[in-house]
């Protein structure tokens, strides 16, 4: 047996690569992503735009986890990443969008919906700064296929950068955006044991949904799924539709 090992370790070093590859894979796929978009992030002009990667924020004993955040004289830009391959299908307020890869259908929460709570987020710590405009930005790797109806930014990474350039008019002062990009980083929470938790409670959420998608309970208010049939196919929706919209694909 020892020597059988010993003649094809590699094939045994290949199994153990990809078994801890296809375990930590939408992980290290989302740490791509980001680090894609910072990269591309660097090629902002630094007289004009600051930017901060990963920000984590402390919202009355909570955290908010921001991917982008670019302080500019034309607005702070806020940065939502997502390396989805294949037709990502969504409208600007519904509760969930699809990934559609071939006949696999995935649902995942609404980019936007996100991102307006990390705008939120933001406002919250920076409320002496009312007047701040902040600009909403969703971004997609190119193996996507958008077909999503939305108001807000929707783009490929590709095209970050000329959409933040499209922003022209000032509506900061230098002093304004350098003290705003400073309270930022004196309040981005570092702590790796707070990081830990942070990611936690996501995956805790997202179980306790599931198991109450799973006994017909709406996880947004409570109410009853329904099964009802709709232009993608089957999909359980909240009995107190139009109040509340959440909904799930079968």
């Not at 990809?18 to 791509?32: D, E, N, R, T, V």
């Not at 600051?50 to 009355?60: A, E, G, P, R, S």
């Not at 990934?99 to 002496?128: C, D, M, S, T, W």
């Not at 190119?142 to 008019?169: C, F, H, M, P, W």
């Amino acid at each position: 047996m020892l020597k059988i090992f010993s003649e094809f370790w590699y094939l045994w070093l290949f199994i153990i690569v990809a078994s801890i590859y296809q375990l930590y894979k939408p992980k290290i796929k989302g740490i791509i992503g980001e680090k894609t978009i910072s990269a591309i992030l660097t090629r902002l002009g630094p007289n004009k735009y600051k930017v901060i990667n990963d920000l984590m924020l402390n919202i009355d004993g909570r955290t908010s986890q921001i991917d982008h955040v670019v302080v500019s004289n034309y607005g702070i830009f806020v940065i939502e990443t997502k390396n989805y391959k294949g037709w990502i299908l969504g409208e600007e307020y519904s509760e969930k969008w699809t990934q559609v890869i071939y006949k696999r259908k995935e649902k995942f929460f609404n980019p936007i919906r996100q991102n307006y709570g990390h705008i939120q987020a933001l406002k919250e710590n920076l409320n002496e700064y009312p007047d701040v405009n902040f600009i909403p930005i969703i971004v997609f790797s190119v193996g996507a296929d958008l077909k999503v109806n939305t108001q807000t930014k929707v783009i490929y990474s590709v095209n970050l950068l000329k959409t933040i350039r499209e922003y022209a008019v000032e509506t900061l002062r230098n002093e304004q955006k350098e003290a705003i990009y400073a309270k930022l980083q004196n309040l981005n929470i570092s702590e790796k044991e707070v990081r830990t938790q942070h990611v936690d409670g996501i995956h805790k959420k997202k179980a306790e949904a599931a198991q109450q998608i799973n006994s017909n309970i709406c996880p947004k208010c409570g109410g009853e799924l329904i099964l009802r049939k709709g232009k993608y196919g089957d999909f359980k929706g909240c009995s107190n539709y139009p109040k509340c919209r959440f909904s799930v694909n079968m």
